[in-house]
């Protein structure tokens, strides 16, 4: 993989971190600040529904830095378009059932990222 394709790996790795820190140990502080259509008695009850989701959130990342690991470059580039398509899928379906926001701050650059990986 080219220079370009590990950065925006590594950025859609540490977006994922984000997430994962957010929801799981910030989400009555900074997920009421992200998600401000969530009415805020919902926090609370929802923080281990939301800890869920940041869990999966850290395996999307954990994968997306296993692939900047690998030192095989045909191992490594399977496992960064393995790891990305699970990222766009989880934006889009985000997109059609939650907000519309979702498909630009997960899934399109987890395209841009896939693209450059399957093309450079």
């Keep these: 993989m080219d220079i370009i394709s590990k950065i925006l790996i590594a950025t859609g790795a540490l ?3 984000y ?9 009555e502080t900074l997920g009421r600040k992200t998600f401000k259509s969530l009415p805020a008695e919902l926090f609370k009850p929802t923080k281990g ?17 296993w692939s900047l690991l690998i030192s095989d470059q045909l191992w490594a580039k399977n496992i960064s378009v393995f790891f990305l398509a699970c990222v766009v899928v989880a934006g889009v379906f985000g997109a059609l059932t939650a907000s519309r926001k979702f498909f630009f701050v997960q899934a399109l650059p987890a395209i841009i990222a896939l693209i450059s990986v399957l093309i450079l």
């Design 15 to 17: 977006e994922h971190l």
């Design 49 to 65: 529904l939301a800890a869920n989701q940041g869990l999966y959130n850290g395996f999307l990342s954990a994968g997306l830095i």
């Design 19 to 27: 997430i994962l820190y957010m929801e799981m140990f910030a989400w």
